[in-house]
């Protein structure tokens, strides 16, 4: 592939001509953050049920993390990380009638097994995938997608909240965390966050009605008879989970590895235990997207870093989401 126009475009990307290789993060070993590297290599061509989407922005998840470490989602290196993106579509494969080339774009590669995402192009099925609006930059666009689908296949369609819900969230200002804030007040619950005291305030910016300090405070002595926790955090809170909960709520974590002793202590009590692995999901994307557009959800963008400080990206902590830009 040698030549892509984006006849509907004005600004700078209008007339592309691509080269054969593109810029990309890999890593040829497992580790921490000094394994990943700029590497040179080709452009991949999109086939049958693929698009080719020149990537603006790739959000950095803590999944990426453990891959980076161990292999677990994508096997032996070498290999390229990344689950979210924002980008413009630069080619399309056979049959494909979603999307054009020139459509700005953002989503979820499927999870687990088609990362790779930290690289100037990436082939995406085009049903992962929905149009960017213009209201969000493509920064912010590339924050949402993992987070905020998790946030929402939690709250609801697993848990299924409602306008007063009692909810408590942990890690309640993280890149999962400050969504389902925002998520489940949009739904009208009343959210007790669980945060350190630093992030109590940006805890309350977010709509949180109560907080609990972690640092200071056992969550599991101060509230009761509440319908559901979300759980980002795993250790013994799930256990803990428990002791908050009204007969027949509802627990639901990231982390279904941590729920083990939860389980049967759970169905001892009559309540209830899920753990959740993201889904790609243009329609819950959409969703989230509408609320973003209406001013109801906003994505907090911790940092930024150029593709090639994906290093650095992977030791940055702070709170809401890291995105590394791709101009
Ligand atoms: N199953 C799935 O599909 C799925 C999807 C997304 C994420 N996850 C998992 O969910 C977890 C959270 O993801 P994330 O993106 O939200 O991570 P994150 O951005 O690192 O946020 C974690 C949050 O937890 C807070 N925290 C740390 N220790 C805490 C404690 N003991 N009690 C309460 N809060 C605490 C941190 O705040 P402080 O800095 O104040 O400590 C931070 O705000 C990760 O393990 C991730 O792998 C799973």
Request: one cysteine or more.
């Amino acid at each position: 592939m040698t030549c892509v126009s984006f006849p509907n475009r004005t600004d700078t990307l209008s007339v592309v001509v691509m080269a054969e290789t593109m810029r990309a993060i890999i890593q040829d070993e497992l580790g921490g953050p000094e394994v990943l590297h700029e590497a040179s290599i080709e452009i991949p061509t999109p086939g049958i049920g693929q698009v080719l989407v020149r990537v603006r922005a790739a959000g950095v998840n803590p999944a990426d993390f453990m891959n980076r470490q161990t292999g677990v989602f994508s096997g032996t290196p070498p290999f390229t990380l990344g689950w979210d993106l924002a980008g413009v579509v630069a080619a399309v494969g056979p049959g494909i009638t979603l999307f054009e080339p020139g459509d700005d774009v953002f989503g979820l590669l499927p999870f687990p097994r088609g990362a790779g995402a930290y690289a100037e192009y990436v082939v995406a099925p085009p049903r992962a995938l929905i149009r960017k609006p213009d209201a969000l930059s493509f920064t912010q666009a590339a924050s949402l997608p993992l987070a905020g689908l998790t946030a929402w296949q939690m709250l609801v369609e697993t848990a299924h909240i409602s306008d007063g819900s009692t909810v408590l969230i942990t890690g309640a200002t993280g890149g999962v965390g400050h969504l389902a804030v925002q998520i489940a007040k949009a739904l009208g619950a009343h959210v007790t966050a669980v945060v350190s005291a630093q992030n109590a305030e940006l805890a309350r910016t977010l709509g949180a009605d109560a907080i609990i300090d972690y640092t200071s405070t056992d969550f599991s002595r101060q509230v009761r008879g509440l319908d559901v926790v979300f759980d980002v955090i795993g250790g013994d809170y799930p256990l803990r989970a428990l002791d908050v909960l009204r007969p027949g709520g509802m627990l639901i974590s990231t982390l279904p590895q941590s729920l083990g002793p939860s389980r049967a202590a759970a169905a001892e009590r009559g309540l209830r235990v899920a753990g959740v692995f993201v889904e790609s999901d243009r329609l819950g994307l959409m969703q989230i997207t509408e609320l973003v557009v209406s001013g109801t959800l906003t994505p907090l963008i911790a940092a930024t870093f150029p593709l090639e400080r994906a290093d650095q990206a992977h030791s940055f902590k702070g709170q809401g989401k890291v995105v590394l830009e791709v101009p």
